[in-house]
């Protein structure tokens, strides 16, 4: 079982800036991918941005410039630095991890984000 704990939501004005952090429980993230989702209220959980064990990142088009994906394996940390957010981008974000040999799936409990004036 791997436990996966978000941090740094918040309340933020629009063109503002924010860094989500992710500590998993234990070392995975040499056979993990690792994954930032969101959940507006009224629509579906999307998929904002993942990185996989070698680093290689994918990103929603809406954040492409904007968001930034990092991983610190020592800490067993994931990031999502958030810059020139809109009001768009408030949700609720959750940290995922995904092991690509049989697709065993984790999630976060998830951190506000609101982008308003």
């Known amino acids: 079982q791997v436990q996966l704990v978000e941090s740094g939501g918040g309340l933020v004005q629009p063109g503002g800036s924010l860094r989500l952090s992710c500590a998993a429980s234990?070392?995975?993230?040499?056979?993990?991918?690792m994954g930032w989702y969101r959940q507006a209220p009224g629509k579906q959980r999307e998929l904002v941005a993942t990185?996989?064990?070698?680093?290689?990142?994918n990103y929603q088009d809406s954040v492409k410039g904007r968001f930034t994906i990092s991983r610190y394996n020592a800490k067993n940390t994931v990031y999502l630095q958030m810059n020139s957010l809109k009001p768009e981008d408030t949700a609720v974000y959750y940290c995922?991890?995904?092991?690509?040999?049989?697709?065993?799936?984790?999630w976060g409990q998830g951190t506000q984000v609101t982008v308003s004036s």
């Open positions: 995922n991890a995904k092991r690509p040999s049989d697709l065993t799936t984790y």
């Open positions: 234990r070392s995975i993230f040499n056979i993990y991918i």
């Open positions: 990185i996989t064990s070698g680093f290689s990142t």
